[in-house]
């Protein structure tokens, strides 16, 4: 083989391999291409993703993307990546917290919700939910969307059914059932938010008992699907003996006040009276007792000018009978004197014996308004006041010496059915049989009373988890087979009954809270059950 042909073999074989090598070229061209497409597609995506999120991070993936469509140098493109990458961890950071606020904002208000006593229970069992879901923590924001919207439900709930929360007045309320009843269906709505305000009102309303049968006569017509004008009606009768209690109040205060007032100015004249009578009397008793002593020297003068025994008898005679003359003036005048004071002590025991009568008279009232305001009108069972005031004294005597003290919380199932199928005085029924049924088989030193609508709560102290147990589903068994018969129908009614042993750590709401979420499973586990936690 010569030089040339070689050199032409050589030459060859270069081809090939340049041939080979633009070949692999153009493939890694169009695997960079694709690839650059594909990471512009992801960096769009991402883009739309991330919008508004950060405004600096929107920039930079603008920026970044399009370097990658001019094909930018990989060093730049680095540049941008880092960048990014580290807004990414900060966002990482921030969302965390806000993560962990949002879960705390969830919780918080799912807890206040949850205190407002009518709201409804498919209301209450979405906020408890929202308390379960905040229990296990979340990655994302958006996994809070579905627990923010069932609190925004609630609150809405909570806003149209509860009296305590409306922050407008009954008028405003009313006017503005005025303004939506010419749209036509809204009336209805109106009128059942002040009717659950006013049934709350006169449920709550502390009042003498000649007053009890025009208050349920008043909730009676409530009851009833009323127009706007019958329940104005209602409303100036409710007002009516509101203003009528007051008045006969002002009027007993009033009289109370101005026969103290009176009392006292006598008693201090009288007292005033006493002590000019004492300086006059003490004036009067230093004369006469001067006289005395004059009277008394008198006689040794008049013993030593005697001229005979019968002139000194006769002397003697004159001044003793002075002497005697005096001591009657002063026997009578402190007599007077005494009669006096006897006669203003007697008076000044008088009008303060009739002052303590009236006292009394006020002390009862007090007495009374306080048990009343104590006591739920319906069932005439302690109220959430007084479940509160006494759960907080049993908590602080458990703290000083540990015992068995057990929470109760006993709610109706289904008792909106009752309501809407054989109306609400049925309801009211249902409650106070409920009432009574508690106060006989309830043993007599545990503590029982309506927390609200148709939740009831019962505290015992020295009572063993088993007993507990085997005590509060005899109850729930011997409810279930109560005879309520409603329009001919026989009616079961069962309970739920969440119940907890309160801990060494516990406060009253963490206690209330175990026996809610005790409740909470009974319900959920198909009612009519009692769950310990
Ligand atoms: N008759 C009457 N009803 C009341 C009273 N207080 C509250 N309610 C009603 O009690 C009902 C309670 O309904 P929900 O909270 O939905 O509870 P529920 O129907 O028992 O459902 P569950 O608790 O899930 O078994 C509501 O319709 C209230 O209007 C009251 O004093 N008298």
């Not at 990989?74 to 990014?84: P, S």
């Not at 906020?127 to 925004?152: G, H, T």
């Not at 006059?280 to 006689?299: F, G, I, P, R, Y």
């Not at 006769?314 to 006669?343: A, D, R």
Request: charged share 25%; hydrophobic share 40%; glycine share 2%.
């Amino acid at each position: 083989m010569n030089e040339k042909s070689v050199a032409v073999e050589q030459i060859n074989v270069l081809k090939k391999k340049l041939d080979a090598a633009i070949k692999s070229r153009a493939a890694v061209d169009s695997d960079l291409k694709a690839q650059s497409s594909l990471l512009v597609q992801f960096i769009t995506r991402l883009t739309k993703l991330c919008k508004g999120i950060d405004k600096e991070l929107d920039t930079r993936l603008g920026k970044l993307k399009k370097l990658l469509a001019k094909g930018a140098p990989i060093a730049d493109l680095e540049q941008q990546i880092a960048f990014i990458a580290k807004l990414i961890q900060n966002y990482e950071l921030k969302t965390e917290k806000e993560i962990s606020q949002l879960n705390k904002q969830c919780n918080d208000t799912a807890k206040t919700l949850l205190k407002i006593n009518t709201l409804p229970g498919a209301e209450k069992r979405e906020l408890r939910n929202v308390l379960k879901e905040c229990e296990q923590n979340k990655e994302a924001l958006v996994q809070y969307i579905p627990l923010v919207s069932q609190l925004m439900n609630a609150y809405d709930t909570a806003l149209k059914l509860s009296p305590a929360l409306p922050k407008k007045g009954l008028l405003d309320a009313l006017n503005s059932g005025a303004a939506s009843e010419s749209k036509a269906g809204d009336s209805k709505e109106v009128n059942q938010v002040v009717l659950a305000k006013l049934s709350y009102v006169i449920d709550h309303l502390v009042l003498p008992e000649k007053h009890t049968s025009e208050l349920l006569k008043i909730k009676e017509q409530l009851t009833h699907n009323i127009s706007n004008d019958k329940l104005m009606v209602s409303l100036l009768d409710l007002f009516d003996v509101i203003i009528s209690d007051l008045q006969q109040e002002r009027a007993t205060a009033e009289s109370f006040l101005s026969g103290l007032s009176d009392t006292l100015s006598d008693v201090q004249n009288a007292i005033n009276n006493t002590l000019f009578c004492n300086k006059a009397s003490q004036s009067a008793s230093n004369e006469l007792n001067a006289q005395l002593h004059k009277q008394v020297d008198e006689m040794s003068t008049v013993v030593d000018s005697a001229k005979s025994v019968s002139d000194l008898k006769q002397k003697i005679n004159k001044n003793l009978q002075n002497i005697v003359k005096t001591l009657e003036n002063k026997s009578s005048s402190e007599n007077k004197h005494n009669q006096q004071i006897e006669s203003q002590l007697n008076d000044m025991t008088a009008r303060v014996k009739e002052l303590e009568k009236q006292s009394q008279y006020f002390e009862e009232q007090l007495k009374q308004q306080k048990i009343k305001s104590m006591q739920d009108a319906l069932t005439k069972l302690n109220n959430r006041a007084a479940f509160d005031d006494y759960f907080s004294k049993q908590l602080i005597d458990f703290k000083q010496q540990s015992y068995e003290l057990a929470l109760v919380i006993l709610d109706l199932d289904d008792f909106k059915r009752i309501n809407d199928t054989y109306g609400h005085t049925a309801g009211d029924k249902t409650l106070q049989v409920m009432a009574m049924t508690l106060t006989k088989k309830v043993s007599a030193d545990a503590f029982i009373a309506r927390y609200g609508g148709e939740e009831f709560v019962l505290v015992y102290s020295g009572v063993s988890q088993d007993k507990l147990l085997q005590h509060l589903n005899d109850l729930r068994k011997h409810i279930a087979r109560l005879p309520f018969k409603f329009k001919n129908n026989k009616v079961s009614i069962t309970t739920s009954i969440g119940v907890t042993h309160i801990k060494a750590q516990d406060n009253i709401h963490s206690a209330f809270e175990r026996a809610d979420k005790a409740l909470y499973q009974a319900k959920d586990q198909g009612k009519n059950k009692v769950v310990y936690l």
